[in-house]
């Protein structure tokens, strides 16, 4: 059965700094889009961004452009974001997924698609 593990997450305080992992099995991360997601308390979840197979194109949703960073290690079959300049209003659980609707996925803006959902890692941030 696919599986993914989101871990890194952690309490930072406003303007740190977290690098979040997704480690898969069962599958290669290289042939499929992957995306991170969050859920506030009290909001729905929302898409933060994905990477496209292959170490195609990636996207990121408008509140962490610049911000946060997506990458894959092949090596590892595990994928990272990298989460710069954090601030309160990152403060969410942390969940990676993918799109296994077939081979060499790609990332959309609408971030649909994705399924095998992680058991998510919480990231806080305050001072």
């Known amino acids: 059965q696919v599986q993914l593990v989101e871990s890194g997450g952690g309490l930072v305080q406003p303007g740190g700094s977290l690098r979040l992992s997704c480690a898969a099995s069962?599958?290669?991360?290289?042939?499929?889009?992957i995306g991170w997601f969050r859920q506030a308390p009290g909001k729905e979840r929302e898409g933060v961004g994905c990477i496209s197979s292959s170490g195609g194109r990636t996207y990121y949703t408008d509140s962490v452009k610049g911000r946060f960073t997506i990458s894959r290690d092949n090596a590892k079959n595990t994928v990272f974001l990298q989460m710069n300049s954090l601030k309160p209003e990152d403060t969410a659980v942390y969940y990676c997924a993918a799109d296994l609707r077939g081979l060499f996925t790609v990332c959309e803006s609408s971030m649909t698609g994705f399924g095998s959902w992680g058991q998510g890692t919480q990231v806080t941030v305050s001072s």
């Open positions: 069962r599958f290669t991360v290289d042939y499929y889009a």
